[in-house]
């Protein structure tokens, strides 16, 4: 089981989970689900695990599969600038600085959450999760970005 959330600027929040192992699929639509729920302009903050930072999710976003950085750290950017369509941005965190990125703070406040419960089985943690979710406090996302 595998959480994925987004914390916006306004301090609203989006948490979603899946079973499958997390591969570029998600990472797609997940931005997908993003742009459903807060709009299709969107500026988004990824971390560099490989099913957010990878050519199938740079392709989704830009229409372009060949970029010179590809499979290396230096691509901090993905704009979506495809006439007539949703413009979205994506942007990454520096590489190895978990400290800059606002979500884990909400991951460390639901593992706090759920120390010392018991969890037997898929779907007692599915509810689990449901109920620890609205106990996170959402960060001030500037605080990250504007230190």
Known sequence: MTVLGAVTDDGDSFYCWTEANLTSKQGIWLLGALQDRFGEELVVFLDR????????????????????????????????????????DVWYFPPKLPELNPVEGCWDRLNEWFKHRLIPDLSTLKRQIQRGLPTITEPIIWNYLCP
Do not use: I, K, M
């Open 49 to 88: 695990a490989g099913y957010f930072y990878n050519r199938d999710l740079w392709e989704h976003v830009s229409g372009e599969r060949t970029t010179e950085t590809v499979g290396d750290s230096s691509v901090e950017r993905v704009c979506g600038d495809r006439e007539g369509e949703e413009h979205l």
